[in-house]
């Protein structure tokens, strides 16, 4: 081997290495498919060694006991803030117990499981569990809180951070009308069904289907930690909050699930040309938003996005020409209706819109929730 | 040998600078390309500007030294294959790590006389 070749060949192992740290980080968050195989159902009993409390996942390990000896396995769990509504603690479990798993095998064949279950082991008693399920809503609607000019709050009266949004009864961006199987991540049952999902562009309904095909692990969101960017910011039980600034004429949406991202709406009648110095040349991730009501309906038009991100779960494409209406409307205390329409001409034959609503978490400030490196 | 070499060079890098290739989830083709292309005349370094405006492709390649207005091109998602004609040049490549944003494609290209094979990087 000469030295040119030596080279090529320490440049080539630099960069698998990279590349390889690289996704194992960047999988710390994901589609449960993109990294374990839900067909691989398992179950397995072990001594609890310990419980590594933190975003975007928590982590059990226990040991298991096998022929080949004792085998250290990984339980990966929901982040700390699922399991905490979950009735779920740091100290559920202590080292010693042993607990029976039911999961998913890793897709790579290293000892990790997606953990549906974790019971103590020789009993019923489910220490580990999550409800998918909305919680219901007050029997008698509580009535839509207003400001004192007459407005409607789309948050706490007060602006303090007692409440916000979450349970999106829709997780996934999907035309409306459209009856499609797939799970929250949006994950298609079948991949024949893509078509249906939105009006595609044949490159995009194949990219969608590229992604679909490789179980959405290329999702920017979770490879590289991005913030939810367009309508898939209200679609994260992580949830978000609208904190209206009166005063300056504009409304922040705070990303639960966005490491601390906010998105701002004016109100002020701006045009969408950028900030004060003019840069509507250069397309943003969150576009560009302004605001007016449209009766007890806010209407957003945001457009001006970038393509840093996907716009969807599931793997919708958006291009740089999309331009999003929204409308919030609060028919009650605990509810808000969501409705987007989807103009890209880029990727799309035609615009169309999606909807859904979401619940208000009240008593409760936003989650923080990092996607990496954030203990609680 | 040269050419070789390089083509591991980028190869190495696409797959380990991840984070230093701007992020584009929209249209594949969209951004700038550099690679080579083997035995041009022009100089083996190509650098290729694309653009999806929604109906076509458009683009330039060499941008400030050759000018090569990119007459045509197509995409094929069915088998992610790109066909481009600017003037003398008819390029024919397929998408690699599609997925990632510096994806690249390879194949080939043809001149009036000459001909070779084309490999470029989306930056």
Redesign the interface.
Known sequence: MNK??KL?GC??A??????TL?ASVALAHHPIEAKFDISSATTMTGRVTGVDWRNPHTHVFINVESPAGVENWAIELESPIVLRHNGWRNDSLQPGDEVTVEGSLARDGSRQIWGESLKLAGSSHVVYAVTKEIPPLPLSPRPTPHWPDGSIALGSTNGAVDGYWSFPSETVLVEDGAEIAMDEYGKLADLDDAARVAPLQ??????YK??QQ?FLQ?D?MYL?CKPPGGPRQYQSNLGFQLLEDKENSRIFALVGSGNRNFRIIYMDGREQTGLVTGDDDNPLYYGRSRAHWDGETLVIETKGFN????FSNGGL?????LEMEERFTRPNADTLQYAVTIND???YTRAWSASWTMQWVGGEELPVHFCQNNRQ | ?RFT?KK??I?????????SV???????V?GSWIGEWEGNALGESVLMVMD???EKITGVINPGTDDLQIDSAT?N??D?TIHIEAGDYVIDGTFNR???PNRSITGTWKGDNDSGNIEIVRQ
């Open positions: 040119r070749s090529a440049i080539s630099l960069g698998w290495g990279v590349f690289g044949p490159w995009a309904l194949a990219l590229h992604r490789r290329d920017p590289n393509e840093d991100f996907w494409p958006h291009t740089d020409r001409p880029g990727a | 040998m070499f591991i060079i190869s190495a890098l696409a797959a380990g600078l991840i984070s701007s992020a584009q989830e929209g249209h594949p969209k999806w405006d929604g995409l998602p069915d992610w599609l997925e990632l």
